[in-house]
């Protein structure tokens, strides 16, 4: 149990293009999703924090226009990296978090702009 | 930054040996997790020590959390070649949605 999807696992995509990543709970409803953004050899970053039905929450630094984010059920959020250059490059993993502490992780995807 | 450290950065031993990685945070905590990513992959989840709780094991995993020192050990016994990942510890706060603060990592290589 506690599974959560990613889709794409890779995409490559030209500069100035628009990408979507899909985060998916399969057998549970999150309540709360996050997305983090890793680079390589680096630890995982904490971009933004999503409810169902509200907001994303983003942390410092983190352009909400240029990363628009959308949670818009219970099993679904989704990332799109708006305008995307070459320093988007990097790897993108969602958690989903059912009410407890744990965070199940999704196998992440890598973000290649070209 | 409330992002915590690890060390060692790098630690290469030999199979069948124990691992000893190290973890400080800087602020209080309701929990603090360790997760394993094997290279270009997802994170996978190891185990959870709650704030109220010193010790705790599972398999050939030992944490310890010492929040008078802000800080956390994970040792991983009879290592095995497929032990070879990173490893992160993170740590779980009580304000906002409970989101997670990773630790830089400690990458783990494990020598046939």
């Known amino acids: 149990g506690a599974v959560v999807s990613q889709h794409p696992s890779r995409v490559i995509c030209k500069s100035g293009t628009s990408v979507k990543i899909e985060c998916r709970s399969l057998?549970?409803?999150?309540?709360?999703m996050f997305w983090y953004r890793q680079f390589p050899k680096q630890s995982l970053m904490l971009m933004a924090t999503?409810?169902?039905?509200?907001?994303?929450?983003?942390e410092q630094g983190v352009e909400k226009d240029k990363f628009l984010i959308n949670h818009a059920s219970l099993t679904l959020s989704t990332l799109t990296v708006t305008s995307a250059h070459p320093e988007d490059s990097s790897f993108y993993i969602c958690s989903a978090r059912d009410g407890a502490y744990e965070q199940y992780f999704g196998p992440g995807t890598r973000l290649t702009v070209t | 930054s409330q992002q915590g450290e690890e060390d060692p950065q790098a630690l290469s031993i030999q199979e069948g040996e124990n691992a000893t990685m190290n973890c400080s945070y800087k602020?209080?905590?309701?929990?603090l997790q360790w997760y394993r990513q094997n290279s270009g992959r997802g994170l996978v989840h190891l185990i959870l020590i709650r704030s109220n709780e010193r010790e705790k094991h599972s398999g050939r995993l030992r944490v310890t959390l010492d929040t008078s020192k802000k800080s956390s050990s994970l040792l991983i016994t009879a290592s095995r070649a497929a032990d070879t990942a990173s490893y992160f510890c993170?740590?779980?706060?009580?304000?906002?949605?409970?989101?997670?603060?990773f630790g830089q990592g400690t990458r783990l290589t494990i020598n046939p």
């Open positions: 602020t209080s905590i309701n929990n």
């Open positions: 999503s409810n169902e039905g509200s907001k994303a929450t983003y």
């Open positions: 993170a740590t779980g706060h009580f304000q906002g949605a409970q989101k997670l603060v």
């Open positions: 057998d549970f409803q999150a309540t709360t």
